[in-house]
T-cell receptor, first 115, second 111 residues
Framework: AQSVTQLGSHVSVSEGALVLLRCNYS??????LFWYVQYPNQGLQLLLK??????LVKGINGFEAEFKKSETSFHLTKPSAHMSDAAEYFC?????????????FGRGTQLTVWP | DVKVTQSSRYLVKRTGEKVFLECVQD?????MFWYRQDPGLGLRLIYF???????EKGDIPEGYSVSREKKERFSLILESASTNQTSMYLC??????????FGDGTRLSIL
């Protein structure tokens, strides 16, 4: 079975500081992993995805995530936070090789960026 | 670019009403999904469909049904709305090769 744990339901950083959002997964088979972002009153937008190529994945808006199999982690980082990064972030996992891409989501992390 | 359109952004209904939430996609995707989003709980899968007239229960199907008569349209039905179904509902689609694309959501209030 697949599951995702996001550590920290709320994260606050100052503008210009490092952003680190944590995600650990559980999967019975090699997974696909995703980070989505949700701005207020909008749907989810894909930030980046890991599908078995390079373990360091670069996404949109300067975000990146590293797949670490030994730690079953897929943490999201950004070197320098911007006010526009304030949003809710969701980590998700699906079974690799499945043609029906059912996603299992974490509970989300709300990122606040202080000026 | 994939477009997933949910018919209403905000909807207010009364307890006991039959409620229809509509989702339409323009990319001929096989797979469509309905999620419910509640604070602190993330997204939970209600139902999904992998073909016309085909449906599968997700994690929380109780109190809901779905309809997929045409490939581009996937409807979520609340047979008899209750206050505990007040939530944000998100529709998503995918073709099995690319990540899911989401609509903007319908914020449903049941009074």
């Amino acid at each position: 079975a697949q599951s995702v744990t996001q550590l920290g339901s709320h994260v606050s950083v100052s503008e210009g500081a490092l952003v680190l959002l944590r995600c650990n997964y559980s999967s019975s088979v090699p997974p696909y992993l995703f980070w989505y972002v949700q701005y207020p009153n909008q749907g989810l937008q894909l930030l980046l995805k890991y599908t078995s190529a390079a373990t360091l994945v670069k996404g949109i808006n300067g975000f990146e995530a590293e797949f670490k199999k030994s730690e079953t982690s897929f943490h999201l980082t950004k070197p320098s936070a911007h006010m526009s990064d304030a949003a809710e972030y969701f980590c998700a996992v699906s079974k690799r090789g499945s043609t029906l891409g059912r996603l299992y989501f974490g509970r989300g992390t709300q990122l606040t960026v202080w000026p | 670019d994939v477009k997933v359109t949910q018919s209403s952004r905000y909807l207010v209904k009364r307890t006991g009403e039959k409620v229809f939430l509509e989702c339409v996609q323009d990319m001929d995707h096989e797979n469509m999904f309905w999620y419910r989003q509640d604070p602190g709980l993330g997204l939970r899968l209600i139902y999904f469909s992998y073909d016309v007239k085909m449906k599968e229960k997700g994690d929380i199907p109780e109190g809901y049904s779905v309809s997929r008569e045409k490939k581009e349209r996937f409807s979520l039905i609340l047979e008899s709305a209750s206050t505990n179904q007040t939530s944000m509902y998100l529709c998503a689609t995918e073709d099995g090769n690319q990540p899911q694309h989401f609509g903007d959501g319908t914020r449903l209030s049941i009074l």
